[in-house]
């Protein structure tokens, strides 16, 4: 049974903040049922992200060294502890109803499923961890994951797929808690450079199998949201 | 009045941690409001109001993990007495009915086995192990179950729901299900259920479930009285009062699995283990249920390279700028050794043994809240000062928490230098995948027999923990002999002059 679907690819590089309160107020329109379930598909600016579970020693730098890098920091209400999002990373907000009986461990897995497929279908095989989180190649993260359930029925947040990503930023943080393990990208694993524009179209199709969901275009005004309406129109 | 208990967020979830209380006690909260937030594995999770009224009591504080079902706390009408409400609730409380022991997430181990278990010392074998027990007095459970159903959303018939980890434990030891009864929610039939049958049917429990039994038991049987151990959940004293922020929690030992709510007194603090500890946990526990550990134990004379040391030293940290230690010394000769005991320097790979002609050693580094293992890649091409360098490299950057990934990977062999903080002998646990791991005590000096006569002697005690599976006794033997030639009669002042 196939669900429609809003698909929201808000273009060029969206700020952090904006992002995230769109992200919000989607999920609260998500929740009193005026807007579909959704995807949103978009690319950040060099930010750190701290996660509810995120202590200082995840952290080698601090906030001030990581300000000087031109890279914002911003604590948010996810799961999960630091990240890392900026250029050459595709970043994906699924705004979905999960019900009144949520399989929060289900939802994730269902994530790792579809970036574990659209990776496959460009030849680079990936796997989960059986301890962690996330979608790995050995013991390199190549996706991370953290979700916010809301009212115990929509999701905020997401998941992040290194295509290109600048790998020295992680650098900074030890990503998510895990000081053993690494961080890669589909471009150092395939040992070309792996677009987000060539990744997107693999993701909202993998995503759309795996949620058994039939996308359309969001409304303009939707994805403008997150572009910073004002700036849009004029 | 409304019991607000620990969501269910999905079949394989089994427990979930408080994270924020978004209201306090005594505020008014209306029916879908959100009330706290819980973290299980990546999810955080907002979880709203069950009915309208007032908080009237937090039974569980932020920061604690407990099963699902658990209460975690009441709304009420606001006219109730607090203490009304508690003392009803007490029964419930006491049984935490789905605590199976695996969960998604991290491999959790116990924390007072392990916490010893890098030095190694076995805490298990110290504590007596406990006869097993069903989990919780059935009627107990049964009632606690049933309430807990009754509060969860209805999703069918309970009792039909079956996790992967209970049907496989069912399949593993033909255990039938149509028998068992149900103690989780509605009357599921949950991981303790199926192992209360397997003790009781007499079947052997599997090695997993043997091996944690015993160390599981100690932290509960060091935290209680032996009389409130065991006393049954009904007559437990309301732990979980306002003052002590503790998780509700069973109090029978063979209950006290890894994930079941911590029960703490009040001159007790409860530390979540962190990541670092909980890797550690998994690591040190698998390998003592992988490898059949065996021990042995030489001592070695240590004065020339005590003298030597003391004669170079100085000169040394001025050319090298760090501390020359006695860890390459020991490394360069267990290198040696390693080549020409290949063995030693092996693999258990399923049925194959995996050979190799370097080696790759792990260093054991203490740093904070835990230890690590970087390791000293074809460290047997290096000499005494290359060894040296590349040791301080590694220590200096574990403990700076710079190491990359594929630094803590790949070792062959294992050394860990509990002397440093002056143990005399160590009983270490094996570095999996590794076949063996040598222990480097402390160096005293001692008086000897020489030539017939007492002569004061720098001495230490040099052991290791081998497989048995891999390694019999005679070479375990002729292996640390050799290390021990090495450390007597190496010529290294070669070594110092080609740094």
Sequence with gaps: ?234 | MANVVMPQLGETVLEGTVVRWLKQEGERITLDEPLFEISTDKVDTEVPSPAEGVLERILVAEGQTVPVGTELAIVGTGESAAGEALSEEVPRMAAPAESATEVPAIPAAPAAPVASAPLGTSAAAEVPTPPPAPAVPESVSDDAGTEAGERLPDRGPRSAILSPVVRRLAREHDVDLARVRGTGPGGRITRHDVEGAIVVGNVPPDGESAALSAPEAAPAIAAEPPPVAQAPPSAVTPVASVSTPAAPSSNEPAVTRPEAPVVANEDEEVQPLSHLRRAIAGHMLQSTQTAARAWTLVEVDMERIVRLRERVKEAFAAREGFKLTYMPFVTRATNEALLEFPMVNAELRGQDLILRRHVHMGIAVSIDGGLIVPVVRNGDEMNLVGLARAIDDLATRARGKQLQPDEVHGSTFSITNPGAYGSLSSLPIINQPNSAILSFDAIEKRPVVVDDAIAIRHRVYLSMSWDHRVIDGAMATLFLTRVKEHLETWDWDEDLDHG
């Design chain 1, 1 to 234: 049974m196939t669900r429609p679907g809003w698909l929201l690819e808000p273009s060029g590089v969206i700020e952090y903040h904006r992002a995230n309160e769109a992200m919000h107020e989607l999920a609260d329109r998500r929740l009193e049922d005026d807007v579909p379930d959704s995807l949103v598909l978009l690319e950040h600016p060099p930010v750190f992200t701290a996660g509810r579970t995120s202590k200082p020693d995840h952290a080698v730098w601090d906030e001030d060294r990581f300000r000087a890098t031109g890279a914002e920091v911003r604590h948010i209400d996810r799961g999960g502890s630091f990240t890392f999002h900026g250029p050459g990373q595709l970043v994906g907000y699924p705004i979905v109803d999960l019900g009144s009986r949520p399989d929060a461990i289900g939802y994730i897995r269902n994530l790792e499923e579809v970036v574990i497929r659209a990776a496959a279908d460009l030849g680079i095989p990936l796997h989960r961890s059986p301890v962690q989180t996330g979608v790995w190649s050995g013991d390199r993260k190549v996706c991370a994951i953290g979700v916010r359930i809301k009212r115990m029925r929509v999701t905020l947040h997401g998941f992040a797929i290194n295509c290109t990503t600048d790998l020295s930023w992680f650098d900074a943080i030890v990503p998510c808690g895990l000081a053993s393990t690494g961080v890669t990208s589909l471009s150092a694993l395939s040992g070309r450079a792996v677009t987000i524009r060539e990744l997107s179209p693999l993701v909202r199709a993998r995503f759309s199998e795996v949620f058994a969901m039939a996308f359309v275009s969001a409304p303009a005004t939707e994805t403008a949201r997150f572009v910073g309406a004002v700036a849009n129109v004029s």
